[in-house]
Every structure is written in structure tokens, then in C-alpha cells.
């Protein structure tokens, strides 16, 4: 029914945008503007890392960003290698558009609210997700045709394990004194069995 005088009716449609290449002076063009660990974050007790990068398309024509996010430890050895943009999302001319990734390895399980519960579940939590030290990600990015647009940007994070390195460090501390205790007794033993 049409709508009465001084009412608005509302009607959803939906629609497919289609990109296509046309004939004509096709400019392909683009840079990273922008390439940071999540809300500018640089230091973690485990994984997951999220990385948000924003690709500039500064030519006329749509590109897809595709390529990797390698992921280097402080000796420059490759220890992660991630796919940006999967699903080949494009950047419309002359505007920016914002990507994200994720560095991941296993299951992260919410804490209880217990000081002592939520210590332990959060030293599984570092276990089962661990890295350690400083790391760069490099992201590598190409697009257009025969891969034209080539930029690259890096930025580098830390990771700190605190609880894993408490507790394993707790236990090499009361290791090495046992280790001294059962020395001393053995030692205290033999010469006692020497003196008979």
C-alpha cells in the first residue's frame, strides 16, 4: 500500500557491488599506511597477537592486498608466516581501507575470578599459547597487475611470559637446591661409613 501523507516507509535492498576493468589510463598505486600490533600494544604475557594494517589506494582503480605477514624472533629466525587478506577484499580508489590478522597458536580459556584459579588458568593459558622475547612482523604486501604495487612495513612487539617464567623458574631454583641437599647427605653418609 502506498504510504498516507506525512508518513515514510522504509524498504531494504540488497545488492551486489561488481568491480570491473575498464578499457582506458588505469593508474595502479597504493601504500601501507599504517601497520601496528593492536591498539598500538607492544607488550604481551602470551598469544594472541592481532595486527591491524590500513592499505591506501591512492591509483584509480580497485586493488586486492595480498601476500604475508612473517613474523621473525630476535636471532631473525622465521617463526610464523600469516596470510593477509584471505578472503581477496579490495581497496576502492582513492580511499583506505583496514585489514586484520591474527597471530595464534592454541586455545585461550577465560579466567574464574579467584586470585589463585585465575593465576593457574593463566599459566595455561601462556603454556599452551608461549613465545618468548622480541619480535618483528614484516607485512609484504603486492597487488594490480603482475604485482605492480609492492610495499612492505614492520613493527616489532615483546612477549613475556611472566607466570611460566616464575613458576619454571621457581622450580629449577628448588631443583638445584634438592640437588645440593641429597649431595650434602650422600657426602655426610660416605664419610660416616668411612669412619666405621
Known amino acids: 500500500a502506498a504510504p498516507e501523507e506525512g508518513q515514510v516507509k522504509v524498504a531494504s535492498k540488497i545488492g551486489t557491488l561488481i568491480l570491473a ?3 582506458g589510463d588505469i593508474k595502479e598505486a597504493g601504500n601501507i599506511s599504517e601497520f601496528i600490533v593492536e591498539d598500538g600494544q607492544n ?3 602470551r598469544l594472541p597477537v592481532s595486527f591491524t594494517a590500513r592499505f591506501q589506494n591512492t591509483g584509480n582503480i ?4 595480498t601476500r604475508t605477514i612473517e613474523i621473525k624472533n630476535i636471532f631473525g629466525s622465521i617463526t610464523d608466516t600469516l596470510e593477509f587478506n584471505a578472503s581477496k577484499g579490495a581497496t576502492l580508489p582513492k580511499t583506505t581501507r583496514k585489514y586484520e590478522a591474527v597471530w595464534e597458536k592454541g586455545v585461550v580459556n577465560t579466567m574464574t575470578g579467584g586470585f589463585w584459579s585465575d593465576f593457574w588458568q593463566e599459566y595455561s593459558n601462556e603454556r599452551c599459547n608461549f613465545a618468548f622475547g622480541k619480535y618483528t612482523a614484516t607485512l609484504n604486501v603486492t597487488a594490480g597487475t603482475n604485482d605492480s604495487v609492492s ?15 616464575l613458576v619454571w623458574g621457581l622450580g629449577i ?5 634438592l640437588v645440593i641437599w641429597l649431595f650434602k647427605r650422600y657426602n655426610a653418609w660416605i664419610i660416616k661409613k668411612a669412619k666405621k
Open 151 to 165: 610495499p612492505t612495513a614492520a613493527t616489532s612487539f615483546w612477549v613475556m611470559p611472566w607466570r611460566v617464567i
Open 21 to 23: 576493468n575498464v578499457e
Open 43 to 45: 607488550m604481551f604475557n
Open 62 to 65: 580497485h586493488l586486492k592486498p
Open 173 to 177: 631454583v628448588i631443583g638445584i637446591f
